[in-house]
């Protein structure tokens, strides 16, 4: 998985490996699946095993609108690795 921020905030985000916590911090925009269980559900449930709540604020069937949204400044967002290259 990767975090994905809008490039004006990347000074917020010094190292690679960016926490739970520290995405709580901020406006969340997911994927979600039209039907049954998917990433959103994953990513939700690591939120809550490590006793935080992320404020989501958009969930979208749409990685490219997600990450539309992310580079306009909206809220950051968790993707798949392999989504980088597609998108």
């Known amino acids: 998985m990767v975090c994905v921020v809008p490039r004006k905030w990347e000074h917020l985000f010094q190292l690679e490996l960016v926490t739970l916590k520290e995405i709580a911090q901020h406006d969340l925009l997911l994927t979600r699946r039209i039907s049954g269980q998917g990433m959103y559900d994953m990513i939700l449930e690591q939120f809550e095993k490590n006793g935080h ?13 997600i990450l539309t949204l992310v580079s306009a400044g909206m809220g950051i967002t968790i993707i798949p690795k392999s989504e980088i290259g597609e998108v």
Not at 53 to 63: A, E, F, R, S, T
């Open 53 to 65: 709540h992320p404020n989501v604020i958009l969930d979208c069937p749409d990685i490219s609108t």
